[in-house]
DNA sequence: CCAACCTAGATGATGTGTCAACTATTCCGG
DNA sequence: CCGGAATAGTTGACACATCATCTAGGTTGG
């Protein structure tokens, strides 16, 4: 019994398809649009906002990598990026000395403050002012549901 | 008058965060299985696809782009490697001469066809089977706008 | 104490996306 | 026709993501 496929029906694909398509476009307008007014680009504008999110503006760089859902390997090949240009520091661990922790340096606090105007102002420009609240709360539930899809595959 | 930023509120910030995270880990998942199982990566099989969808399965390198949505570097590019590994060929184009056609190989159909089955099985399991009609008719229809408010802001 | 193992993080290779610059051809006004 | 502008596509440089591997420092059972 050679196992039939299930293709999406007609409903599901348009769907589908306008979610590749939407998500797709979003992501290139919103991150072109935040390299040009910024220089940050989407990974650190979200690197930065993790580090302010802390009191101390710093963290372990394993906590960040699995606050931010990164691979560690990603995590670290972008905050070696991100030294490079001053936007964050790496300092040591003294509890733990394999460790480290990224903090945010001044510079890298100017940036984030400077840029998160426009991108939220792009957010709202692009997505929610054409939205009604029915539609926000349905993509918060569409995204929650499939999100814990996601969790339970493992 | 300096003016004020308008912030997510609260229902909207919800939506935001949900939807990126969905977003992120969803590409993830379906990208690793996909590469996992048939060594595809997601551009590749979105070329194959939009090549088997010509019944002469060859298109202009430029309409494939519009297709797509692409840049024209980027699927240069991506045509490249594409064609090292013998998923795809180049035909020159009688018509005009600076033209190219991209042309799907026998290796391509194969990689596509051997591939699409478990993906769309993915897509299902992690996407479709957790929502609903009105959920998956929700979705299209907030995609759909977005869209149109992408196309809008030009 | 120390050998086997585990964990934090960095690194190198490779594939991918973007931008700017380039080449070759076609088009079009005079 | 012919010279300048537009068009089709490629290329090179660089930022980014992933994978496998490596290093150094911790942890634990004997």
Known sequence: MVPVTRWLDEREQRAWRSYLAMQAQLQARLHRRLQADSGLSYADFDVLVALTDREDDRVRVLELAEALQWEKSRLSHH???MQKRG???RQECADDA??????LTREGRRAIEDAAPAHVEAVRELMFDGLDAGQVDALAGIAETVLGRIRAAG
């Open 79 to 81: 905050l070696s990026r």
């Open 87 to 89: 936007l964050v520091e």
């Open 98 to 103: 394999r460790g480290a922790f990224v903090a």
